[in-house]
């Protein structure tokens, strides 16, 4: 997995070529055995990487370009994703029954609150209903979708001024009261 140490030239940095340190790593099928090993028992993109010595940036760029590699990546994070909801709800169970976690759990050392934040980052991926990534825009909407909300907005609105000006003309009538 690791290779020779020394430096490298990147031919495009900030301000151009620059001449980079490296570790001697190199991407191999063990490197990427133990990446996806590690994905699958954390769900966490970070340590994964980072247990592999390659930065973040590296093992996405990678995802994108390695159509095989994005779908057993994809295995990995289901995998881990069921195990860390799993994990979490054993927890919640010791910890109401008093028990201390069990320190032989595969999954790396990490606060109930950041698991929860990983399951969130990773439910539209893992969950196919209909959920958005964090952060992620909507998709465009067309323009009949657009003038059609815009009509709809402005007939509510219309519908409010004369509410409150007391005009009920154009308002439903209400139901009788007997």
Same mark, same amino acid.
């Given at each position: 997995?690791?290779?020779?140490?020394?430096?490298?030239?990147? #031919?495009? +940095?900030?301000? =151009?070529?620059?001449?980079? !340190?490296?570790?001697?790593? &190199?991407? *191999? /099928? %063990?490197?990427? $055995?133990?990446?996806?090993?590690?994905?699958?028992?954390?769900?966490?993109?970070?340590? #994964?990487? +980072?247990?592999? =010595?390659?930065?973040?940036? !590296?093992?996405?760029?990678? &995802?994108? *370009? /390695? %159509?095989?590699? $994005?779908?057993?990546?994809?295995?990995?994070?289901?995998?881990?994703?069921?195990?860390?909801?799993?994990?979490?709800?054993?927890?919640?169970?010791? !910890?109401?029954?008093?028990?201390?976690?069990?320190?032989?759990?595969?999954?790396?050392?990490?606060?109930?609150?950041?698991?929860?934040?990983?399951?969130?980052?990773?439910?539209?991926?893992?969950?196919?209903?209909?959920?958005?990534?964090?952060?992620?825009?909507?998709?465009?909407?067309?323009?009949?979708?657009?003038?059609?909300?815009?009509?709809?907005?402005?007939?509510?609105?219309?519908?409010?001024?004369?509410?409150?000006?007391?005009?009920?003309?154009?308002?439903?009538?209400?139901?009788?009261?007997?």
């Amino acid at each position: 997995m690791t290779g020779a140490k020394g430096s490298i030239i990147r #031919a495009s +940095g900030k301000d =151009g070529p620059q001449r980079i !340190a490296t570790g001697g790593h &190199r991407w *191999s /099928d %063990a490197a990427e $055995a133990l990446f996806l090993d590690h994905l699958a028992a954390s769900c966490n993109v970070t340590h #994964a990487a +980072g247990v592999v =010595g390659f930065s973040t940036v !590296a093992i996405y760029k990678r &995802r994108r *370009s /390695d %159509a095989g590699f $994005a779908a057993r990546w994809q295995a990995a994070l289901e995998q881990g994703y069921a195990r860390l909801e799993i994990s979490l709800v054993q927890r919640a169970i010791d !910890a109401l029954a008093g028990f201390a976690p069990d320190p032989d759990v595969p999954i790396p050392p990490m606060s109930v609150k950041d698991a929860l934040a990983i399951l969130q980052l990773h439910r539209a991926t893992v969950r196919d209903d209909g959920a958005r990534h964090p952060g992620w825009r909507g998709r465009p909407r067309s323009l009949d979708e657009l003038r059609d909300s815009i009509l709809t907005k402005l007939e509510a609105i219309e519908v409010a001024r004369e509410l409150a000006a007391g005009d009920t003309t154009t308002c439903p009538a209400a139901p009788d009261e007997a």
